[in-house]
């Protein structure tokens, strides 16, 4: 005979327990923390591609504001977590990518004056090698950073080759891009001129829109040529292009064993939407892991190139060809103006050799600026699994930033008839040493961990800037050209060393308590009394555990935090 036997399925619904990285790179419950934390996963950065992977958040994580420059693909990015915190600075969170915080320094940036974005450290992390990125919010959650996470911190953790597998990918990614801002409320009935009349000086208010209607005169140009007086209602919006960027990337990932090789290969060129603009950015990531014993070693290498040709002028610069486009008058053919020089190579006079209304011609074509930034990335990591519950972490980093930026103005420019050459030298080094000792344990209706640790961190920056005046041969852009020369160096050094340590006990997985402490000794303040420390406590309850049915309430935390943040000074 054939036993029959039944068996009835009941349906158990289980909320998973959902694992995020936070502060030291350790993973933990989402549902133990006593802060906000918000994590983006990878594949949602590479949808649609930036040319500045923080660009990618921006929409994705409540109370993160990110602000674009108008500098373009080759412009920094400002990103605010919950608002500014300081009165000065720069009040953007520290970047920390697999445990080592980032160099994140803007070489360059525009005041009302004017000037060049010359980009940040955060550009040149590649997105198809970013595996997470994790923002911790608030004082509590960045505590244990010290002082470089005042303003936040954002975790990055980049891939690694997956487990028993052999793969080779590609990802591609194309944009284009066209201008965005137009002007608006423009008249267009009335010609170049003032009050109603044009002048007969044909280099004369080339800049002012007030003269006569445009459909009864013929003016003479400084071009000689004479046209009739038209309006052109796209005149600015002409002289830009369609930008293209394009991004390909190749990836070698193998995994044997407990040891894997993760390689990846990323070209990125972009034509920007200004004339005889763009730039272009190489990475290069070797990520290697294995396993000996009870020891697991990781180590990432990350080199980037990048070269840019023709940054925009921002703010009030002579050269911002936004401004200078936006002051010309209605009827002037901006096109008109690709006539930038004379048939000696001098500028063209257009409009009485203002210099504040520069021919954005001559700025592109003649006049130049360009960078060249190399990025070498070391990342080190060792640990030892002595047992389930303990291990000692040791890792150490280190950023070595190279950038070299010339600004070149042509002899005969309005404002620098004499020509001027600047080139700008900078050399930056971060050094980060770090070690950890993590503990974590279960008994009973309890779950317990801790962290213990010290952290060295140096800085080490040095500029150069030398600027020749005075040019002596046309065309020929070297500092030993200019009849006078001027050198300018300033350096920027500091360390902080610190011990921090960390603690969290929760009971039947509802209630949980969090305590850290961190102290600093900078090498910026006064030798007596160079160390702050600051501590934090949070505390939070699960009350959705006390809910029996899930479907109305699949989780609910009421969490609460305490800290106090310290920050140093510049040297």
Not at 16 to 29: I, N, P
Not at 114 to 125: E, F, H, T
Not at 228 to 236: D, H, W
Not at 389 to 414: C, W
């Amino acid at each position: 005979t054939q036993a029959v036997i039944n068996v009835t399925l009941e349906e158990d619904t289980t909320l998973l327990e959902e694992v995020v990285v936070t502060a030291l790179g350790v993973k933990r419950d989402r549902k133990a923390l006593g802060y906000g934390v918000a994590e983006v996963k990878g594949d949602e950065l590479t949808t649609a591609k930036e040319t500045n992977v923080v660009n990618s958040l921006a929409g994705k994580v409540a109370g993160l504001v990110v602000q674009q420059t108008a500098g373009g693909a080759s412009g920094s990015t400002r990103v605010m977590l919950r608002g500014n915190t300081e009165m000065t600075g720069n009040n953007q969170p520290l970047y920390v990518v697999d445990g080592v915080p980032l160099d994140n320094t803007n070489f360059g940036s525009a005041g009302q004056a004017g000037g060049y974005d010359l980009g940040d450290g955060i550009s040149a992390i590649n997105p198809d090698d970013i595996e997470t990125m994790t923002v911790l919010k608030g004082p509590a959650a960045s505590a244990l950073y010290g002082s470089r996470a005042s303003h936040g911190v954002i975790l990055i953790t980049t891939k690694k080759a997956d487990e028993d597998k052999f793969s080779l990918e590609y990802n591609g990614a194309y944009t284009f891009e066209s201008q965005l801002a137009r002007w608006d409320n423009v008249q267009l009935i009335y010609g170049q001129g003032t009050k109603g009349e044009y002048s007969k000086d044909a280099t004369a208010l080339t800049n002012s829109s007030w003269g006569p209607k445009a459909d009864i005169n013929e003016m003479t140009y400084f071009d000689g040529v004479t046209r009739p007086t038209l309006i052109y209602p796209n005149n600015a919006s002409d002289f830009f292009r369609t930008g293209f960027t394009a991004q390909n990337s190749l990836i070698f990932s193998t995994n044997t064993g407990k040891s894997g090789i993760r390689v990846s290969l990323t070209d990125m060129r972009n034509l920007d939407i200004l004339p005889n603009s763009g730039m272009s950015r190489d990475n290069v990531n070797l990520r290697a892991n294995t396993s000996v014993g009870k020891v697991d070693m990781d180590f990432n290498v990350t080199y980037t190139r990048e070269d840019v040709k023709n940054r925009p002028a921002l703010g009030d610069s002579q050269s911002n060809v936004g401004k200078n486009l936006m002051t010309i008058a209605n009827s002037f053919d901006q096109s008109w103006l690709k006539n930038y020089q004379t048939a000696t190579g001098d500028y063209a006079n257009w409009n009485g050799n203002d210099q504040y209304n520069k021919n954005p011609y001559w700025d592109l074509y003649k006049n130049s600026n360009k960078s060249a930034k190399d990025v070498f990335r070391l990342t080190g990591k060792l640990v030892w699994n002595i047992n389930s519950h303990l291990k000692i972490q040791g890792t150490v980093g280190s950023d070595m930033n190279n950038m070299e930026f010339s600004d070149y103005v042509a002899r005969t420019t309005p404002g620098k008839a004499a020509g001027q050459l600047q080139n700008s030298i900078f050399r930056n080094r971060t050094v980060n040493a770090e070690l950890l000792v993590l503990y974590n344990n279960e008994w009973g209706n309890f779950d317990f961990s801790a962290t213990a640790g010290g952290n060295i961190f140096n800085v080490n920056n040095h500029t150069t800037v030398t600027t020749g005046t005075t040019q002596l041969m046309d065309d020929i852009v070297a500092i030993m050209n200019y009849e006078e020369q001027n050198t300018q160096e300033s350096s920027y050094c500091k360390q902080i060393n610190s011990l921090f340590a960390s603690a969290s006990l929760g009971y039947k997985r509802t209630y949980y308590l969090e305590a850290t402490v961190r102290g600093d000794q900078s090498s910026t303040l006064p030798v007596n009394n160079n160390i702050y420390v600051y501590p934090s406590v949070s505390a939070s309850l699960v009350f959705s555990n006390f809910v029996e049915k899930k479907n109305i309430l699949s989780f609910g935390k009421i969490r609460a935090s305490y800290a106090i943040v310290g920050s140093d000074t510049d040297p």
